[in-house]
């Protein structure tokens, strides 16, 4: 099948997904939208949203309608290392009478993990989740075990309450592709969201995309052209968010302490790919850039206490950073 084909056949796959996860999900189409470019460019998500969105619900809804597997990790502050790749146990072998390790495979051995409330477990267990997230495997006891693809990571935060909680370091931030912030629902959704989740419905999901052909569509996402132009515009923009840089712009030497890296620009320009071929198009442009900016960006500048004092959000800095670049 040519890449045209296998183009149209995605587009076709995404209007069937969004039909099966609007049947558990109302609203949110962003989300879910967001969600699977990641998934489609092998990337990582991290969601904010306060407690009772649904955000549980969505992610199981999505592996669901991929037929992936799935695991959901409750990160609390007793949580070791080893509760999330898996331990060696000493076991008896009834034939020799001689006993040996035994790995028992943890949570992380699944297609998709939801790492909930990853900030309320210690850095090293945070470390251990973000190792596999970057390598794709797991060492323990010397040996190597690797991830079954594909391998997505959906970690939640809550925004609202950060007593007792451990700030995901700016370095380990990066690793993850887009930051999410889910919002409420509207006055009409929330309604519809009571009327189903109070009554007796019962969800039938139909598988939508195999594990093989999601395998394809991230090798089709790699393959898809791009204009050297919108690469440029990717990654001028980017280098517009670092305050040393002579691209940069005053309000960004004013507000912010930190840009971001060329991880920004890859994942700009990835996604976008992902974007333009969900949306039928053999090729992206400038306005899915655009559209990937906040979610790819937000997490990866850091405002100073100007922009504090100023009572500017990074997502307004990132805004002007668009409409002044045009």
Not at 127 to 151: D, N, R, S, W
Not at 197 to 220: K, N, P, S, W, Y
Not at 229 to 251: C, H, I, M, Q, W
Request: aromatic share 8%.
């Amino acid at each position: 099948m040519d890449n045209l084909a296998q183009v149209e056949k995605l587009h076709a796959k995404k209007q069937a997904l969004f039909s099966e996860i609007g049947k558990v999900i109302i609203g949110q189409r962003e989300i879910i939208e967001h969600q699977f470019i990641s998934l489609l460019c092998r990337g990582h998500v991290l969601l904010e949203g306060v407690p009772g969105l649904a955000k549980t619900l969505l992610i199981q809804t999505l592996s669901d309608v991929l037929d992936l597997s799935f695991n959901r990790i409750q990160f609390t502050p007793d949580l070791m290392p080893s509760d999330i790749t898996g331990t060696e146990i000493i076991e008896d072998n009834t034939e020799t009478g001689k006993r040996a390790f035994q790995f028992y495979r943890g949570p992380i051995f699944s297609n998709i993990i939801l790492a909930d409330e990853i900030n309320r477990t210690p850095p090293k267990t945070q470390a251990a989740l973000l190792e596999a997230m970057q390598e794709h495997k797991v060492t323990t006891g010397g040996t190597t075990y690797t991830l079954e693809e594909p391998f997505f990571v959906l970690a939640t935060q809550n925004p609202i309450e950060q007593e007792g909680t451990y700030p995901l370091p700016e370095a380990q931030l990066d690793r993850f592709m887009f930051n999410l912030f889910i919002e409420y629902p509207s006055a009409a959704e929330e309604s519809q969201i009571v009327k189903t989740m109070t009554g007796h419905t019962a969800f039938d999901l139909q598988h939508v995309v195999t594990r093989e052909e999601l395998i394809q569509f991230q090798e089709l996402v790699k393959n898809v052209p791009v204009a050297d132009n919108v690469v440029d515009y990717a990654v001028d923009l980017v280098g517009r968010t670092r305050p040393k840089d002579e691209r940069s712009p005053k309000f960004v030497r004013d507000w912010l302490d930190w840009g971001a890296g060329p991880r920004a620009s890859m994942y700009l320009v990835l996604g976008a790919k992902a974007r333009a071929v969900l949306d039928n198009r053999p090729t992206p442009d400038i306005a899915d850039i655009q559209a990937l900016v906040k979610p790819v960006l937000r997490h990866r500048i850091i405002t100073n206490f100007n922009a504090e004092a100023d009572g500017i959000k990074t997502d307004e800095i990132l805004a002007r950073l668009i409409s002044e670049g045009k």
